[in-house]
Every structure is written in C-alpha cells, then in structure tokens.
C-alpha cells in the first residue's frame, strides 16, 4: 500500500504542478468552460496515455541512444505548444460570448505527446516509483494505469479551477487579460521546461 501511495503522490505532484498541459487546461476552461473544454481534456489524456506506454515499452533508452531525436520532438513540441497559448491569446470577445474554437481533441493529443515535460515526468516515475508486483510486465501495466488514473483527476480540476474563473471574467477586457495572463503563463512554462 505504502508504494501505491507514493506513486500516487509523486504523479500528482509531477502532473499537477504548472507546466504546458495544466496551464493550457486552465486557460481552456477559463476561455471556454468546462463543457466546451471536455474534448480538449479528451485529447490531452489520450496523449498522455501514448506518452505513458511509450515510456512503459522504453522510450527513454531510445531518447538517451538517438540525443537528436529527443532534440528534434523537444522542438516540434514546444513549437505546438507556442501555437496553443496564441489560440488561448487569440480568442474573440467577452468570456460568455466568447469567437473562435476551442482547442480541439487534436490539439490536446498533439499538445501531449509532444510535451518534453510529460516525458520527462513519466521517465522519473517509471525509473524510481515503479509498483514492484511479481511480474514485471504486470508491475508496468499497473503503474501505468495508476498514473493515468491520477492524470485524469488532476487534469480535471486544472481545468474546473480554470472554469471556476469564468464568472469573474464576463467582460470583454477582463476576459482578454485573463487570456493573456494563461498564455503567457504557458509561454513561461515552455520556456523554463525548455532550458531545464
């Protein structure tokens, strides 16, 4: 029980601090609410679970055999990601009016997949808090789903923290302010998970 906990409690903590996927969630929900958000956070937990059998089947030794692949998906990942806090930026009007699109199920799932720190966060897991049952690929599957199960509570509340915003925000300036302020926290998780 005491590793389940632990597992549970380092992927919280690994998940749930801000980085581009929560931060992208909140501005989603504050934009859009939670209902028009729904297939974003669909497409952000698809990537993820692609990010966590990639991991789970050895990515990292790939990562750490081939540097320039790692390079090159860093920077794909962190191009999309800049387009993703524009959409966020670049949406019309008032909160409760709001023009434009939400991001979509592919931009959630794109977002993931190529987010350097979701990698990053599943690489540390899976090397140091792996469940240790007697068999090993059982072990894997089971840490795995624990993971996804925490991802998918903690994903939600990022993004019914950044609902919970929308009454605060109705007029046309606030909600752009607002907006503004998720993207350019998005904008700065980027670029602290890039130098890291």
Sequence with gaps: MESIISLVLTTALLLGSPGP?????????????????????????????????????????????YPTARLFCQTVGIAYLCYVAYKIASAQGGISGLHGAAPSFK????????NPKAYAAFLAIFANNILVLEDPF????????????????????????????RPFFSKPVQAKWLRWTFSGALLASIIITAIQ
């Excluded at 993820?48 to 990292?60: K, P, S």
């Excluded at 931009?107 to 190529?114: A, E, R, V």
């Excluded at 509570?153 to 915003?165: C, F, K, N, R, T």
């Design 107 to 114: 931009d959630g799932f794109i977002l993931n997949l190529i």
């Design 138 to 165: 059982v072990s894997v599957i089971a840490t795995g789903v624990v993971c996804f199960v925490v991802a998918v509570i903690v994903d939600g509340l990022w993004m019914a923290i950044g609902g919970s915003l």
């Design 21 to 65: 996927a929560p931060l992208a969630l909140a501005g989603v929900g504050a934009s859009f609410g939670f209902k028009r958000g729904m297939v974003f956070l669909s497409g952000i937990l698809c990537g993820l679970l692609v990010v966590i059998i990639a991991v789970a089947c050895g990515l990292g030794t790939l990562f750490m055999a």
